[in-house]
């Protein structure tokens, strides 16, 4: 997706955390290996976030069929995004509360939906912090707002939906094995 993307520079200012992630991800992959769903997950999402910077997240062509099916006034293919980030991503923080941490109980769960919320959070603040510095189109491009005033908000729910939803069916999932064991 590298290859003639619509925008080259924002195409990189859309990777730059995901080329620190990948980075991390190889160092710590030999003292902490996740399970293959994890892996599964956290790939669907990069590819997922991969279509999103080629075309810059406001004009990918499947949100465009998205907005013209629903008959919704934007291209959300970016608040897609955002809720595949969340439950895509929560499997993989609250397996590593439980197998780095060893936390039990609800603690995974809770704090899985936690850490999405606030890395939502923090995402779209550095969404504005490159706002305030780059110039305007791309800016514009990079934030994908389309004139919608409460789109960081929007954004953070959608994520916190995603998650709640993740965690939800995993509890649900997990109560459901532990009541068929006994």
């Known amino acids: 997706m590298a290859l003639a993307p619509l925008d080259r520079t924002d195409w990189l200012l859309e990777n730059m955390l995901v080329f620190a992630f990948c980075g991390l991800a190889v160092s710590t992959f030999q003292r902490f290996q996740l399970s293959d769903l994890s892996y599964l997950l956290i790939f669907v999402f990069l590819m997922l976030h991969a279509v999103g ?78 706002g305030m510095f780059a110039q305007p189109k791309l800016a514009e491009q990079f934030m994908a707002t389309q004139g919608d005033y409460f789109d960081t908000q929007n954004d953070m729910a959608t994520a916190l939906l995603g998650a709640v939803i993740a965690m939800s069916f995993n509890a649900w999932r997990n109560w459901r094995m532990q009541r068929l064991e006994t």
Do not use: M
């Open 53 to 130: 910077a080629h075309y810059t997240y406001g004009q990918v062509p499947i949100g465009y069929w998205i907005r013209d099916h629903f008959g919704w006034k934007r291209n959300d293919f970016d608040r897609v995004a955002h809720f595949c980030y969340g439950l895509l991503f929560a499997y993989p923080i609250r397996e590593l509360f439980q197998r780095r941490l060893r936390l039990r109980g609800v603690w995974p769960y809770l704090l899985a939906v936690d850490v999405i919320l606030a890395s939502s959070a923090f995402y779209e603040l550095l969404e504005a912090w490159v």
